[in-house]
C-alpha cells in the first residue's frame, strides 16, 4: 500500500514519494470527491479519487475496489496509477490515483452532440460496442461481472476509445444458489431499483 503527506500550504500531496499539484475539484457524491492534479515529476494530468472511510467496511471496499483495478492491464478498462490509505484521527480516506481522461464519459459525450443537434454516427457507434465489448471480455474472463455498466461509467480516451471504470461493484459473475432462502434473497436484491440508473443533469461533468 503506498503512503500519503497533505502538504496544504503549498496545495499538493505526495503519494508514492511523487509530488502532484491539486488544480480544480472535478466533482462529488455521496462519501466520495475527485480532484484534477498535476504530477509534477511528469508534468502528467490525474484524476484523485477520495473516499471517505467513516468504518471498516468502507476501507475494505476502497481497498476491493484498488484490487479490482489492479487484476487487468487492458486498453479497454481503467488502469490504477496508485493507492494509499489516509489517516484523519479516527476517520480514514482512501485514495485512487487515476489517469485523466479530458473528454469525459460517453454520456457527457451524447450530451455535447444533443446540444448541437447532432449524434453518434453507425461507425462511431460500432467502434464504442468493440471496445466496450473488448473490456467485458476481459472482465469475464476473470469471472467477473461489471454489474454497473451505463454510460456514465464509460470513459473517452482522446481517440475516442471507450475505457470502462467505476469497478467498485464488480463481483463474482457466477453466484450459487444454495436453498431457496438464498434465492429469494437474491431474487429481492434484484428487484430493488438503481437509483444510479437515472443520469445527472446535462450540466455535469463526470470522471473517474
Known amino acids: 500500500m503506498g503512503h500519503a503527506l497533505c ?3 503549498r496545495g499538493t500531496v505526495i503519494i508514492d514519494n511523487k509530488r502532484y499539484l491539486f488544480i480544480q475539484k472535478l466533482g462529488e457524491g455521496g462519501f466520495s470527491y475527485v480532484d484534477l492534479v498535476e504530477g509534477l515529476h511528469d508534468g502528467h494530468f490525474y484524476a484523485l479519487k477520495r473516499i471517505l472511510c467513516q468504518e471498516q ?3 475494505e471496499e476502497a ?14 478498462i481503467l488502469r490504477l496509477v496508485a493507492y ?9 480516506e482512501a485514495w485512487l490515483l487515476l489517469p485523466f481522461f479530458k473528454r469525459g464519459t460517453l454520456w457527457n459525450e451524447i450530451e455535447r452532440l444533443k446540444d448541437k443537434g ?7 457507434i460500432l467502434w464504442l460496442l468493440l471496445g466496450i465489448c473488448r473490456g467485458l471480455e476481459a472482465i469475464h474472463a ?17 481517440e475516442g476509445q471507450p475505457v470502462l471504470m467505476d469497478l467498485g ?15 429469494l434473497t437474491l431474487q429481492d436484491w ?17 470522471h473517474p
Request: with cysteine; glycine share 4%; proline share 6%.
Open 142 to 158: 476473470k469471472g467477473y461481472a461489471h454489474r454497473d455498466l451505463k454510460p456514465t461509467n464509460i470513459l473517452l480516451g482522446d
Open 7 to 9: 502538504v496544504c500550504s
Open 57 to 59: 467496511q468502507d476501507r
Open 169 to 183: 461493484s464488480m463481483n463474482q459473475a457466477c453466484i450459487t444458489v444454495e436453498g431457496s432462502r438464498q434465492a
Open 118 to 124: 447532432n449524434f453518434l454516427t453507425e461507425d462511431q
Open 84 to 92: 494509499c490509505l489516509r489517516e484523519r484521527g479516527a476517520k480514514h
Open 190 to 206: 434484484a428487484n430493488i431499483p438503481d437509483e444510479h440508473q437515472s443520469y445527472p443533469p446535462r450540466s455535469s461533468r463526470l
Open 63 to 76: 481497498q476491493r475496489e484498488a484490487d479490482m483495478h489492479r487484476l487487468f492491464s487492458h486498453p479497454n
